[in-house]
């Protein structure tokens, strides 16, 4: 019994056994760590997808100040190496085509939202001057109340009314909205809400 206990076999099976104990726990960990990033990247394109419905439905009324942002994060680029394996090349595009497309949305989006804080600056300034132009040649610099009300008139025109703005980020956002593809009704979606236990 001394003689087994001090043999290469016992150590040979002892370094086996905790070996293979190690490869599984790897294993386990592998597949923990790809169910959690195909749930955060689920989870990440609905709230995307979710975000590109809302700005839908603010392109008619051109209120992009309101809208939300469409894209906070790129969990895709994080997390790809965990599906090269589960993706066909064409899933695999779709998936980052979507994310590019969603990030130029988003870019455009914050060009406008500028824009419209650019122009209701200047268009408020120039009001703002002009009246104040009038008041001094009308009633004199001293008049407070004269300038108290222009300023509650410049602020109410200024609030209620747009300024200009250039169509051009607007036309290629409209243009990206209408060619976007979304990822969760897809087959790339399915095989991640697969990945995710979702479905």
């Not at 960990?29 to 603010?58: F, G, P």
């Amino acid at each position: 019994m001394y003689n087994f206990l001090n043999s290469t076999l016992l150590q040979t099976i002892i370094i086996f056994v905790v070996g293979l104990f190690a490869f599984l726990i790897y294993k386990f960990q592998k597949r923990y760590d790809r169910k959690i990033a195909a749930t955060i990247l689920i989870m990440e394109i609905r709230e995307i997808e979710e975000a590109l419905n809302k700005l839908r439905e603010v392109v008619p009324i051109k209120n992009y100040y309101s809208s939300p942002p469409i894209i906070k994060g790129n969990s895709w680029e994080k997390y790809k190496f965990f599906f090269i394996k589960y993706l066909d090349a064409d899933e695999y595009n779709l998936i980052s085509e979507f994310y590019s497309t969603a990030s130029r949305i988003e870019e455009e989006r914050l060009i406008l939202i500028e824009q419209i804080i650019i122009s209701f600056k200047t268009k408020c300034k120039a009001f703002h001057e002009s009246i104040v132009d009038i008041a001094k040649e009308k009633y004199g610099v001293n008049d407070d109340e004269f300038l108290d009300i222009t300023k509650k008139i410049v602020q109410k025109v200024c609030l209620n009314t747009p300024g200009y703005l250039s169509d051009t980020p607007e036309k290629l956002m409209n243009l990206l909205l209408q060619n976007i593809k979304y990822i969760t009704t897809s087959t790339a979606g399915l095989k991640i809400k697969r990945i995710a236990h979702i479905i």
